[in-house]
Nanobody, 118 residues
Framework: QVQLVESGGGLVQPGGSLRLSCAAS????????MNWYRQAPGKERELVAA????????NYADSVKGRFTISRDNAKNTVYLQMNSLKPEDTAVYYC????WGLGREYWGQGTQVTVSS
């Protein structure tokens, strides 16, 4: 069955770094765009970063530009989010999503908690 499993979250001090991973299975990963979203307590889920199926195109929310980098390894069916210079306002549950608009399909992971605090 389709699975997206995030990992790499945790507690980090302001200014620190974390690398999130999202391992995919059960579908053809290489034809899906991949997104990272986050949801902080009491707030709506927001798109943080997106990468095209080939990895050739990336987009970022203004709040993370220059600090976060999305990448993917289609041979490993995995998408990554490198997060540097973390701020307390980056605290949220981070989710990965696979999307293929042509097929009309999208899949979500279960989320991983990122807490930025001293």
């Amino acid at each position: 069955q389709v699975q997206l499993v995030e990992s790499g979250g945790g507690l980090v001090q302001p200014g620190g770094s974390l690398r999130l991973s999202c391992a995919a299975s059960g579908f053809t990963f290489s034809i899906y765009g991949m997104n990272w979203y986050r949801q902080a307590p009491g707030k709506e889920r927001e798109l943080v970063a997106a990468i095209s199926s080939t990895g050739g195109t990336t987009n970022y929310a203004d709040s993370v530009k220059g600090r976060f980098t999305i990448s993917r390894d289609n041979a490993k069916n995995t998408v990554y989010l490198q997060m540097n210079s973390l701020k307390p306002e980056d605290t949220a549950v981070y989710y990965c999503k696979a999307v293929n608009w042509g097929l009309g399909r999208e899949y979500w992971g279960q989320g991983t908690q990122v807490t930025v605090s001293s």
